[in-house]
């Protein structure tokens, strides 16, 4: 080290007051990266340094704050705005899929023995668990046993396709389009810190989440819907984009947990590691609440691909046939991969 | 504030949580705001580096560590660095246009600080501090002095310039930390 320790802890004062040369500034930190000990001491210096600036603190101008945020999120979105934006995206896209339909496409059957008419009765259906909540100002939904009920999804989506198969498809549409922009305004103009409010996803029985993930449920659901509809016109399917992978995963990921309890199947307790590989992709442990995912390794591994995941997590893929692969325990793999095919939509 | 604050609110910009970030702006922007002015002494520069700051702090957070300190000593340091640089760029400007305007005054924020307990704990250390040590320190720190300007400022040698910032810089780091203060 030409810049000997002696020179440089001479210098050390000086260097967290920001007061050297150029020069020195940078054979101070070159000297640090290598030294810990003195490396120590600086970080102990300028933290008493930046200590001077509570004797000066005074409030900036009000106006200030707003041109600070929204300089901040023009410069990196926040989750929230990604999300909703990530979700109007792909409203759009199934508004402009659903207006190409024919009356006889409308009637045909898509999936999971539902027309194309009875997807979008069923999608109103899921959407609007999430709407009224917002609707009614609070996303804080009193806590109502009666509600909590996993069966609840189902009979509300069936009730809507009922209803939905006496109407015009182009009335479905409509109402369809008329609820998600009524959502998207609700969700956006609650204001900061408003996509943090906990809500319900559209299974009552999962643990609230913030409205942000309950966004990605739906722009999740809306994209798959959307997909179901282009295989009907004959198009080749468009995955969500990179980003929006990389949510849909998260949300997986995040859920699944709660997802095994409610299958019945965390116990005995395991946890796997799950690695979603090509863009969007990541890496989770998925383990029981309350068990250190750290403690001990893995009772299995799966990878895949992440979009292959969303399809999955879409029940759009058979567990068993879905391409993956897996290291330690076969069975606690395929009970993950079942479990992921239950947070989707139907 | 503690240490568990100072976690959580990192933990919620890497999730892109804007109100985090608006939460971290109301608990230190006056940090923030405050020594900038009293360094740049320009109302807009002030402005421009908190802005600045605070963007760096939502594009980056993962850059503060939590094990190293408080986001107020991370902030305070962000934004002395860019003060610095502000000031001794807007004065190599001024040697270079021989009829350069002075900066704008800004009133002295010492006399409108905010005076929490942290910043009177600190106030009364650096008033105990020898009147040497304490004088190079405010000119460096506050005035954005390097420490060969100090030495020229106070007509001493730029040895016991640096060895006035280092010693006193340090008798404040001991003091603090006896007190168990964490700026």
Known sequence: MSNGHAAVTELL??????????????????????????????????????????????????????????????????????????????????????????????????????????????????????????????????????????????????????????????RTRAAWRAQADRLLRDARSSGPGALERQVRLTDPRLPPQPLRTALVQRLFETWIHADDVRALLGSPPVPPSERQVALIAAFGARLLPAALRLAGADRPPRSARLVLVGPGGGDWTIAPAGQDAAARPPDAT????????????????????????????????????RATTTLGCD | MDRRWDQEVCERLVAGDEAALGELYDELSPLVYGLAVRVTRDWAAAEDITQDVFVRVWNDPRAFDPARGTWGAWLGTMTHRRAVDWVRRSAARQRRTADAAPPVAAPDPEETAVAGSVAKSVQAAVDDLPAGQREAIRLAYFDGLTYRQVAETLGIPEGTAKSRLWLGLRRLAARLEAEGIEP
Do not use: K
């Open chain 1, 13 to 170: 004062g000086a260097w967290a007051l920001d007061a050297c040369s150029a020069e020195e500034t940078a054979s101070v930190e070159a000297h640090l990266a290598g030294c810990p000990s003195c490396a120590a001491e600086a970080d102990r210096l300028e933290r008493v340094a930046a200590g001077l600036a509570t004797t000066v603190a005074a409030p900036p101008p009000a106006r200030l704050r707003d041109a600070v945020l929204a300089a901040a999120v023009a410069s990196r979105p926040a989750a929230g705005e990604e999300v909703s934006a990530g979700y109007a995206a792909w409203v759009e896209r199934l508004d402009g899929l659903l207006e190409r339909l024919t009356p006889a496409q409308w009637r045909q059957r898509v999936v999971h023995d539902l027309t194309a008419q009875d997807l979008v009765a069923h999608l109103i259906a899921t959407d609007e668990l999430l709407a009224a909540q917002l609707a009614h100002g609070g996303a804080e939904t009193p806590e109502d046993p009666a509600e909590l009920d996993g069966a609840l999804p189902a009979r509300r989506s069936a009730a809507a396709i009922g209803e939905h198969r006496g109407w015009a498809p182009e």
């Open chain 1, 302 to 337: 799966v990878t895949m691909d992440a979009v292959e995941f969303c399809y999955l997590l879409g029940n759009r893929r058979d567990p068993g046939s879905v391409p993956h692969r897996v290291e330690g325990d076969p069975a606690v793999a395929a009970t993950l991969l």
